[in-house]
Each structure stands twice: as C-alpha cells, then as structure tokens.
T-cell receptor, first 116, second 113 residues
Framework: NAGVTQTPKFQVLKTGQSMTLQCAQD?????MYWYRQDPGMGLRLIYYSASEGTTDKGEVPNGYNVSRLNKREFSLRLESAAPSQTSVYFCASSEGVGQPVREKLFFGSGTQLSVL | AQSVTQPDIHITVSEGASLELRCNYS??????LFWYVQSPGQGLQLLLK??????LVQGIKGFEAEFKRSQSSFNLRKPSVHWSDAAEYFC???????????FGSGTRLQVQP
C-alpha cells in the first residue's frame, strides 16, 4: 500500500535555482495539501487543492506555485529558491468530500530541502 | 486570526507515568480538532479527532483527549506512557468551511526508562 508518495526525499539547491517537488496518492482522495515544517513552528500550509482542478493558498504561499495535474498528483514548484525556503516539505491527502467527519490526512514521508 | 497553541515545546516523562499534552485553540466557533503524532523521519499519523458529541474521545495507541469548550482546550492524555511513545505530537484544528488544517507548533515527548 503506497499511500502518499513524495519525491525526492532530499534535495540541495543553490539560491535562485528552481525545482519541483512531486506528490502522488493512490487512495482516490479528492483533497491534497502541501505543508512545510520548520523547527518551533509546526506545520504551515502552503497550498491546498480541495478537488481536481482547484487550488487555494494557505498560510505561506509566497515563493511557491502548485499544479494539480490530475486527481492523483499535486506538485509544488519553487521558481527561484531562497535560503528561507530551507525546510521539510510534506504532502498530504484526504478524502475531502462531503462531511468533514471523515477528514483524516494521510501524509507522505517528507522532502528535506536545503537552499544554500 | 485562527490559531492553535501548544504551550509546551518539550516534555519528559518516565516510562509508566501518566501524560497530558496541552492544546488551546482560538477560533470563532468550535472547530474540528485533531491530534497527530510524528515519529522521527516520518510523516504524521492521526491519533484521534473530535467533531461533536462526547467530549472525551478515544484514539489509537491508548491515547484519549478531552474537549473543554469553556477553556478552548483539547488536551491529549495517556494513563501510562511507553518508551515507543517518544515522538512529536501536534494538535490541529479545522473550521468547517475552509477544510484545511491549522497545526500547533508541536510538543516533543521524551520518555525516560
């Protein structure tokens, strides 16, 4: 059972470089999310997609773009990486349909990104 | 602004001792509330959730949490901690309209033998 798969697991970038973090889920979930995790700050929502074809900004969207390629895949792009974007990035998905009582996030194992 | 606060950054308990992790929320209406656990190098796993009804909710791994509206709190408890419970614990909340979780900053639990 793959669940939520993120690639890559580790990445080192130089300031100004671009890259895309990939995320795919095989649970037929409607909603997908990108979070970043920084020490002492917990997880902060970057972007989310409540359904295929829609995306919305979270708490910290600046410097990022997202694409909900299809129901399975939700990518996060850094166009011009900055040291402040050094973080651990988590993708998550949820059923996200109808009653929130069914809401449960399933997380990927994370991408550790360092921007020098 | 909506927020979730976990006042304790780091807690150390002895194995077999009881545990209580604190969580307070600031929302206009009672949000949906969650506790997640993160083991080192892993993603987050849901422990339990509260939407309505009984204010004491049971979760996995022997954890429970109590919702107290008057205190805007949702504290996580366990009667007897095991060494395998050492991890970071996150409280989270979601309002019904936005459907995206807001997380607290986390509490790191260390368990002494």
């Amino acid at each position: 059972n793959a669940g939520v798969t993120q690639t890559p697991k580790f990445q080192v970038l130089k300031t100004g470089q671009s890259m895309t973090l990939q995320c795919a889920q095989d649970m037929n979930h409607n909603s997908m999310y990108w979070y970043r995790q920084d020490p002492g700050m917990g997880l902060r929502l970057i972007y989310y997609s409540a359904s295929e074809g829609t995306t919305d900004k979270g708490e910290v969207p600046n410097g990022y773009n997202v694409s909900r390629l299809n129901k399975r895949e939700f990518s996060l792009r850094l166009e011009s990486a900055a040291p402040s974007q050094t973080s651990v990035y988590f993708c998550a998905s949820s059923e996200g349909v109808g009653q929130p009582v069914r809401e449960k996030l399933f997380f990927g194992s994370g991408t550790q990104l360092s921007v020098l | 602004a909506q927020s979730v606060t976990q006042p304790d950054i780091h807690i150390t308990v002895s194995e077999g001792a009881s545990l209580e992790l604190r969580c307070n929320y600031s929302y206009g209406a009672t949000p949906y509330l969650f506790w997640y656990v993160q083991s080192p190098g892993q993603g987050l796993q849901l422990l339990l959730k509260y939407f309505s009804g009984d204010t004491l909710v049971q979760g996995i791994k022997g954890f429970e949490a109590e919702f107290k509206r008057s205190q805007s709190s949702f504290n996580l408890r366990k009667p007897s901690v095991h060494w395998s419970d050492a991890a970071e614990y996150f409280c989270a909340a979601m309002d019904g309209g936005r459907r995206a979780l807001t997380f607290g900053s986390g509490t790191r639990l260390q368990v002494q033998p």
